[in-house]
T-cell receptor
Framework: NAGVTQTPKFQVLKTGQSMTLQCAQD?????MYWYRQDPGMGLRLIYY???????DKGEVPNGYNVSRLNKREFSLRLESAAPSQTSVYFC????????????????FGPGTRLLVL | GEDVEQSLFLSVREGDSSVINCTYT??????LYWYKQEPGAGLQLLTY?????DMKQDQRLTVLLNKKDKHLSLRIADTQTGDSAIYFC???????????FGSGTQLTVLP
């Protein structure tokens, strides 16, 4: 199993350009997530998808859109990139903790490093 | 809203124990987690504890939970250079799927 894969690994954009970050998982997980990681701020949730065909906003959704294309794939789109969106973006998928009624294990991709000039 | 706080840096000598601390504000937290992030990589789940437990041990890792003070700690025994990484505390509340992460603690293990 490849787990969670993300493309591209690195990207440089100019202000106003658009791009789509791709994420795929091969673990048959229902839930998928997009986070951004900024120095000293931990991970902040941008959007999540509890199941195929559903998406919901997280803590910092402004400037982003998402598509849950199928169970495997969850993409993140920046329509008009801004310098404030310079960050490392992580995709994750999750499964329930074994033997637990609630609680999850999240599996993370390697990240996409985005620089917006 | 929920808040999870950690100190940013910790340095220890190889072979010593490391203790990474975390405080959280959500009294309805159900599970608390520790994730590890190695340089250039995504986060990896190290261990977790259910809120009705006060301690969990897993090989070199010991998690202590003080629910009254909303304080979580991760102790790594016999710390090795391979343990150098950023450690994130996270919590989830009730049946919510979203995790709230702390800002991460950079652990540096000195030879």
């Amino acid at each position: 199993n490849a787990g969670v894969t993300q493309t591209p690994k690195f990207q440089v954009l100019k202000t106003g350009q658009s791009m789509t970050l791709q994420c795929a998982q091969d673990m048959n997980h229902n839930s998928m997530y997009w986070y951004r990681q900024d120095p000293g701020m931990g991970l902040r949730l941008i959007y999540y998808s509890a199941s195929e065909g559903t998406t919901d906003k997280g803590e910092v959704p402004n400037g982003y859109n998402v598509s849950r294309l199928n169970k495997r794939e969850f993409s993140l789109r920046l329509e008009s990139a801004a310098p404030s969106q310079t960050s490392v973006y992580f995709c994750a998928s999750s499964e329930a903790l074994k033997g637990a009624a609630v609680g999850e294990t999240q599996y993370f991709g390697p990240g996409t490093r985005l620089l917006v000039l | 809203g929920e808040d999870v706080e950690q100190s940013l840096f910790l340095s220890v000598r190889e072979g010593d124990s490391s203790v990474i601390n975390c405080t959280y504000t959500d009294s309805s937290s159900t599970y608390l987690y520790w994730y590890k992030q190695e340089p250039g990589a995504g986060l990896q789940l190290l261990t977790y504890i259910f809120s009705n437990m006060d301690m969990k041990q897993d090989q070199r890792l010991t998690v202590l939970l003080n629910k009254k003070d909303k304080h979580l700690s991760l102790r790594i025994a016999d710390t090795q250079t391979g343990d150098s990484a950023i450690y994130f505390c996270a919590e989830s509340a009730g049946s919510a799927r979203q995790l709230t992460f702390g800002s991460g603690t950079q652990l540096t293990v000195l030879p």
